[in-house]
């Protein structure tokens, strides 16, 4: 038997499902008659054109020319046209497909939808969240992947809206920017001179600053975040106005509160080019900790602070000044943020990774009450 037989099956070319070009080809050939109305091209040659088996050609023509008519409720033969066949066996691959995890464990897309609409969980936060904790043996649990979720959200099968989620409606746009160098009064703590204990989040200690603004007309008060990069811990600062002073002034009462503690919680900041961070050396003024600067234009170099930043935009939207919020209700933000599980911590809570990394709770208790007592000052 010839080798160039390729009708014959084998693993390459079992279960192949026609695709919508392939069915535009058979439709072609089909209709490529001689004088007498025969067909040029039977099923064996369709079959070896496109590389299928010939009983694959001889089902799909047999398949969608029998149609059903809804008035009469009887079926006729049609001509076998390439749109028709792709959306009918569209239709009945759709019904073929097993029940939706989401909508057999009713328990577990509860969970789900409470997690994301009260709690405010990402899908992916939810899923290691239950791995960790063994939820999938719960009764009424099953594993499950994000993805699953995602698309539960978007086909409806679970009662949650794109509006409930903080990033299924967004479409994020960032324009890549090539670097340029420090000014030279910023060149001795560029960020290129920042060591991989730092770079690698091996110990804590390490905090990116930004700060966030509500309003962009006129003078209104502002946020100043710190984010400690190896444990994601947040700290959420009101100033009354984006200066260079107001961040001065509230690094000094942060040094007043903290005494000899200061120096070993905060043994570097790294931070952007934002005018309001001109005065840097006030900031390390008669301390130890050490201060770096991202390129221009190249805020993703701190994006442990940018990704915490953007979570803050969720509570407080863009345009939205400052003054609307309260001191607890900063303190709540950043409370929600701190007991929240991230997938860069194996999906524990910044809160717990703080825990584990002071045996004096006299030290976790100054930092976890550090906002609190500033934002009060």
Known sequence: MSDKNITLKTKENQYHHLTK???????????????????????????????????????????????????????KTMPYTAEYAQDDASFKRGLSKGEYKLRKFKKMAKF??????????????????????????????????????YNAIRFGIINVKLEDTRRMKYKPEYEYKNKTDLPESKALYSINNRPDKINNRQYFGHFELDTVIGTKKGKHECLMTLTERKTQFEMIFKLNCKTSIE???????????????????????????????????????????????????????????????????????????????????????????????????????????????????????????????????
């Open 247 to 377: 961040v001065v002034n509230k690094f000094n009462q942060i040094k007043n509160f903290m005494k000899s503690n200061y120096d070993k919680i905060f043994k570097s900041i790294t931070t952007d080019n934002g005018t309001e961070f001109s005065d840097f050396l006030s900031i390390i003024k008669d301390t130890k900790t050490k201060i770096y600067f991202c390129h221009p234009y190249c805020s993703g170099e701190k994006g442990t602070n940018e990704k915490n930043n953007s979570i803050i935009r969720y509570f407080i939207k863009k345009g939205m000044p400052i003054e609307n919020y309260s001191n607890e209700d900063i303190n709540k933000i950043a409370e929600w943020m701190n007991n929240y599980p991230r997938k860069i911590l194996n999906y524990k809570t910044p809160l717990e990774c703080l825990l584990e990394e002071f045996k004096n709770k006299n030290t976790i208790n100054k930092i976890y009450k550090l906002q609190e007592k500033i934002n009060c000052i």
């Open 112 to 149: 789900i939808e409470d997690k994301i609409k009260n709690d405010k969980w990402a899908p992916d936060v939810i899923v290691g969240y239950m791995k960790n904790h063994n939820m999938f043996n719960y009764y009424g649990f099953t594993s499950i992947t994000t993805p699953t979720i």
């Open 21 to 75: 070009k392939e069915r535009i080809i058979i439709e072609s050939l089909i209709n490529q008659k001689d004088s007498s109305g025969k067909r040029l091209f039977n099923n064996t040659y369709i079959a070896n054109y496109i590389k299928v088996n010939k009983s694959t050609i001889s089902r799909e023509l047999k398949r969608r020319k029998e149609r059903m008519i809804i008035r009469s409720g009887k079926t």
